[in-house]
């Protein structure tokens, strides 16, 4: 990683945690306990979310989500882990290029004006590590976006049904 990205990764991250803090000190100027109490919540669950990821051991993967919920204007990103142990059983470097390959698809499919929330989801069965891409299904062509997913060798499943949901095994 170049200095440079570390200097801009680390200046979203504080204008996040700032973001955060000054929400919560305009909250409580207001007496809005309820409020503070939530948006801590939410602080704590984000931090427990990259935690989970930490565990992961995958850095390369990591910084190109992070850049990615802070570059794009479409896209935000929450994560999952249900990994309880540290492990070293992902290729970084394959599951990096993996997730830019489904990332160089879907703007292709994206409405304009739209924003897409999505989450993605680490769960460890026997030792393999399951991934779950899930977003909404507010697509230009679901069904050529379904195929154009689905043409990638690694992705097991795409799953139109109540959201977009792409699986792929590590």
Not at 21 to 30: D, E, R
Not at 91 to 111: A, M, R, T
């Amino acid at each position: 990683m170049k200095e440079q990205d570390v200097v801009e990764m680390l200046r979203h991250y504080r204008h996040d945690w700032l973001n955060d803090l000054q929400l919560i000190l305009g909250y409580a100027q207001m007496g809005k306990l309820d409020k503070i109490e939530q948006k801590i919540n939410g602080v704590i669950e984000r931090s427990d979310q990259e935690r989970g990821l930490e565990r992961l051991n995958i850095p390369k993967t990591m910084v190109w989500l992070y850049q990615l919920n802070w570059r794009s204007e479409t896209f935000k990103l929450q994560f999952q882990s249900k990994v309880d142990t540290p492990i070293a059983i992902i290729d970084d470097d394959e599951l990096l290029v993996k997730v830019q390959n489904i990332f160089h698809i879907l703007p292709s499919y994206q409405k304009e004006y739209e924003e897409y929330a999505g989450t993605l989801i680490f769960k460890e069965v026997n030792h393999t590590i399951h991934i779950t891409l899930t977003f909404g299904l507010n697509w230009t062509d679901m069904e050529a976006l379904k195929q154009k997913l689905e043409e990638l060798s690694f992705v097991n499943n795409v799953s139109t049904e109540d959201l977009l949901q792409i699986e792929w095994q590590e």
